[in-house]
């Protein structure tokens, strides 16, 4: 798995966040796309998921699945 998040991570806000700041998700593709890391916007010094991009589509997919 690649190298957890640095200063130099670019963060993108989820397209599905809420827009009253209760529900917060943001990613990044970690250094060439070894891995995805995703956090709480709202805590952003806070804890980091970091998931291989096949932890990271089997997330995705239970999430679809499971509303």
Known sequence: MSAPPNRETRWRKSS??????TQCVEVAVLTNAEGV?????????GPV????????????SM????G
């Open 16 to 21: 599905h966040s809420s827009g009253q700041g």
């Open 37 to 45: 890391a995703a956090r709480d916007s709202k805590d952003a010094s």
């Open 49 to 60: 998921l970091v998931l291989s991009p096949a932890g990271w589509r089997g997330l995705l």
């Open 63 to 66: 999430v679809k699945r499971e």
